[in-house]
């Protein structure tokens, strides 16, 4: 079992460039989360799934777009990098809300110069 | 709106020391709480989940606790050790949809 898997592991991004990142899940989860974490910082929801074709905004949606076309897959998009998104990113998934943790992925660190 | 603390920021003990980590939390209505494990630069590893229904949880070196009418949770690492030092996150599940996490606690064992 592959778990989450999240691509790119790094990346280096300029001002206004645009990206996105990778999510998927091979455990069949409904719920499927991003969240960025600043150096020394907790996680914050940027953007969150319960299930295909239905997404909702966590607290820091701003700059960030995401979809769910598919169970497995959760892509975050950002258009028009700026410094503020520099931060290491963070895909999750569960079968439930009620019942079951959460298994998280390896991260991706963002740099935007 | 849920709040969630986790105090002290950071913790320096001997190897051999037992130690408990504290989570505290303004609303008892959960459905759940976990706690995870956090290496520099790497993912979160789930350590522990407990059901609102259940008191505690075990594995290993490793038991938390619930305690809902008091707000808290807490961590106990038995018999430390240097690869125990990590950042120590609770998170905790309620019916709003999705989880809210502490800023962590971050242990340092000393060999």
């Known amino acids: 079992n592959a778990g989450v898997t999240q691509t790119p592991k790094f990346r280096i991004l300029k001002i206004g460039q645009s990206m996105t990142l990778q999510c998927t899940q091979d455990m069949n989860h409904n719920y499927m989360y991003w969240y960025r974490q600043d150096p020394g910082m907790g996680l914050k929801l940027i953007y969150y799934?319960?299930?295909?074709?239905?997404?909702d905004k966590g607290e820091v949606p701003n700059g960030y777009n995401v979809s769910r076309s598919t169970t497995e897959d959760f892509p975050l998009r950002l258009e028009l990098a700026a410094p503020s998104q520099t931060s290491v990113y963070f895909c999750?998934?569960?079968?439930?809300?009620?019942?079951?943790?959460?298994?998280f992925g390896s991260g991706t660190r963002l740099t935007v110069v | 709106k849920q709040e969630v603390t986790q105090i002290p920021a950071a913790l320096s003990v001997p190897e051999g020391e037992n130690l408990v980590l504290n989570c505290s939390f303004t609303d008892s209505a959960i459905y759940n709480l976990q706690w995870f494990r956090q290496d520099p630069g790497k993912g979160l590893t789930s350590l522990l989940l407990i059901q609102s229904s259940q008191r505690e949880q075990t594995s290993g070196r490793l038991n938390a606790s619930l305690d809902k009418s008091s707000g808290r949770s807490t961590l106990y690492i038995a018999a430390s050790q240097p690869g125990d030092s990590a950042t120590y996150l609770c998170a905790l599940n309620t019916n709003a949809g999705k989880s809210t996490f502490g800023d962590g606690t971050t242990l340092t064992v000393k060999p």
């Open positions: 999750a998934s569960s079968y439930g809300h009620r019942y079951y943790g959460y298994t």
């Open positions: 799934s319960v299930g295909a074709g239905i997404t």
